[in-house]
């Protein structure tokens, strides 16, 4: 798993666990959250982790606003159980998703998506893998 993926695992299990242990939590009006996973992409490879050639202007300008870690792991180094313990805050034994295209998140488990929207944000994704298509259960939350 890349370290992006991996600082974005991160970012998100904080998020997620905030969210699900604290019904109160209180949200600005206009507050966007924005998820990006890039597959096999190496964190020296990108502008804001210091990387001078690199360009990734936009990358860069998010992370310089936002919050951006330097070290991260991920309980699995496969892209479908990755995103789905990316997303539900939970390592593969517990939600379930153990490989790639042979497992479905299950629907009853909460998604990151599912809790936002709850709370009232629209959701949508946009994916260009085949591994991680509606049909292994990560649509669940995104309209």
Avoid: W
Avoid at 14 to 27: D, E, G, H, N
Avoid at 80 to 94: K, V
Avoid at 100 to 127: C, E, H, M, S, W
């Amino acid at each position: 798993m890349s370290a992006n993926k991996l600082l974005l695992l991160i970012i998100l299990l904080c998020l997620f666990s905030r969210l699900q242990s604290s019904p109160a939590v209180k949200v600005s009006a206009g507050t966007n959250l924005l998820v990006i996973t890039l597959d096999t992409t190496r964190a020296d490879r990108i502008g804001s982790y210091g990387y001078k050639p690199g360009q990734t202007p936009n990358i860069d300008a998010i992370a310089q606003k936002g919050v951006r870690f330097e070290n991260t792991y991920t309980p699995v180094p496969l892209t479908l159980p990755a995103h789905c313990s990316i997303f539900t805050g939970d390592i593969p034994l517990a939600h379930g998703v153990r490989n790639n295209g042979r497992y479905r998140l299950p629907g009853q488990i909460d998604t990151l998506a599912k809790i936002l929207q709850r709370r009232g944000y629209l959701t949508a994704a946009f994916v260009s893998s085949f591994t991680l298509e509606s049909r292994f259960g990560l649509d669940q939350g995104f309209t």
